[in-house]
């Protein structure tokens, strides 16, 4: 899937899953708001996870040099194991 | 401790550098109901606040701040990228570019620079969540009279992210100071301290 499709999906379950946070802070015994927040989490690690693997890993977590950035892109070390927490653009670089 | 995450929580694509814009915006940043300000006092109030769900509240809602205070950063450093010296001279621009050229500091609209004194961390369980559901609607008034005065779409779309997110919080603060009430001595009706008088908490 291509990078700003993917990043967008990131976004928009992160999303959910921080507003779904604040509100079970204050409802945490709410069933049908915690099958959601389980269901959403779970999503949101899988799209993390086939992210990290085709680009950079976007959480210390999912740096992997090995399986990072399949694609190669944005990295100075094509072709070379290295660091990957340092591949992509700054997110403040106006999504790329 | 904190991690991370390598993204912004709304995305911020500004195609066409607006100084004037970001010396508006940037009070969200460093201003009297910004951003920073938000952060700074929830993340501060959280250690004395006795109820324990509050507590988390108080981490994730200063959490998100910091999230918030990166997208309004973003903001002012893509309206400001590649200035000619002619769009530096921008009124309202000019003097802080005489200070910071185009780096991201702190400050409000009108010049003030970011001051602890804009929030409160008062160790009293109903002073700081009443501080708390002001600041959200101070924050909400900021990003409306912001919205107001900005026709660049690319600019009013992450502000009225944030103004959204601010109404949440209140509702969430709103939430919180029910729960803290809720456990108080019945006998305490006009609320005193109940992380100092403990005597003063529902026995």
Same mark, same amino acid.
């Given at each position: 899937?291509?990078?700003?499709?993917?990043?967008?999906?990131?976004?928009?379950?992160?999303?959910?899953?921080?507003?779904?946070?604040?509100?079970?802070?204050?409802?945490?015994?709410?069933?049908?708001?915690?099958?959601?927040?389980?269901?959403?989490?779970?999503?949101?690690? $899988?799209?993390?996870?086939?992210?990290?693997? $085709?680009?950079?890993?976007?959480?210390?977590?999912?740096?992997?040099?090995?399986?990072?950035? $399949?694609?190669?892109?944005?990295?100075?070390?094509?072709?070379?194991?290295?660091?990957?927490?340092?591949?992509?653009?700054?997110?403040?670089?106006?999504?790329? | 401790?904190?991690?991370?995450?390598?993204?912004?929580?709304?995305?911020?694509?500004?195609?066409?550098?607006?100084?004037?814009?970001?010396?508006?915006?940037?009070?969200?940043?460093?201003?009297?109901?910004?951003?920073?300000?938000?952060?700074?006092?929830?993340?501060?109030?959280?250690?004395?606040?006795?109820?324990?769900?509050?507590?988390?509240?108080?981490?994730?809602?200063?959490?998100?701040?910091?999230?918030?205070?990166?997208?309004?950063?973003?903001?002012?450093?893509?309206?400001?990228?590649?200035?000619?010296?002619?769009?530096?001279?921008?009124?309202?621009?000019?003097?802080?570019?005489?200070?910071?050229?185009?780096?991201?500091?702190?400050?409000?609209?009108?010049?003030?620079?970011?001051?602890?004194?804009?929030?409160?961390?008062?160790?009293?369980?109903?002073?700081?969540?009443?501080?708390?559901?002001?600041?959200?609607?101070?924050?909400?008034?900021?990003?409306?009279?912001?919205?107001?005065?900005?026709?660049?779409?690319?600019?009013?779309?992450?502000?009225?992210?944030?103004?959204?997110?601010?109404?949440?919080?209140?509702?969430?603060?709103?939430?919180?100071?029910?729960?803290?009430?809720?456990?108080?001595?019945?006998?305490?009706?006009?609320?005193?301290?109940?992380?100092?008088?403990?005597?003063?908490?529902?026995?």
């Amino acid at each position: 899937m291509e990078r700003m499709q993917l990043l967008k999906e990131i976004g928009e379950v992160s999303f959910m899953v921080n507003d779904l946070t604040l509100y079970l802070d204050t409802h945490p015994t709410d069933t049908e708001a915690l099958t959601m927040f389980s269901d959403t989490m779970n999503r949101r690690k $899988q799209l993390l996870k086939t992210y990290a693997e $085709q680009f950079e890993p976007l959480t210390m977590d999912c740096v992997c040099p090995e399986a990072n950035n $399949q694609t190669e892109s944005y990295t100075k070390y094509p072709k070379q194991k290295h660091f990957t927490w340092s591949d992509g653009p700054l997110p403040w670089e106006g999504g790329i | 401790m904190w991690t991370y995450e390598k993204r912004l929580q709304y995305p911020v694509k500004i195609t066409k550098p607006c100084p004037k814009t970001a010396s508006l915006i940037i009070s969200q940043f460093g201003g009297p109901d910004g951003e920073m300000a938000a952060s700074m006092r929830y993340l501060s109030q959280r250690y004395t606040m006795p109820n324990k769900e509050v507590g988390g509240l108080l981490t994730d809602i200063g959490t998100e701040e910091l999230a918030h205070l990166e997208v309004i950063c973003a903001m002012i450093y893509q309206l400001t990228k590649n200035l000619t010296v002619e769009q530096a001279k921008t009124a309202g621009f000019d003097a802080y570019y005489v200070d910071h050229t185009t780096a991201v500091w702190p400050t409000a609209a009108a010049g003030v620079p970011f001051n602890a004194c804009e929030f409160q961390s008062k160790g009293d369980a109903i002073t700081d969540l009443f501080e708390n559901l002001a600041a959200e609607q101070k924050a909400r008034t900021t990003y409306d009279n912001l919205i107001r005065i900005i026709d660049n779409p690319e600019v009013r779309e992450p502000l009225k992210f944030l103004r959204a997110r601010e109404v949440v919080h209140f509702q969430r603060f709103g939430e919180a100071l029910e729960r803290v009430k809720a456990n108080l001595d019945s006998k305490n009706y006009y609320y005193y301290n109940p992380e100092f008088d403990k005597q003063l908490l529902k026995k």
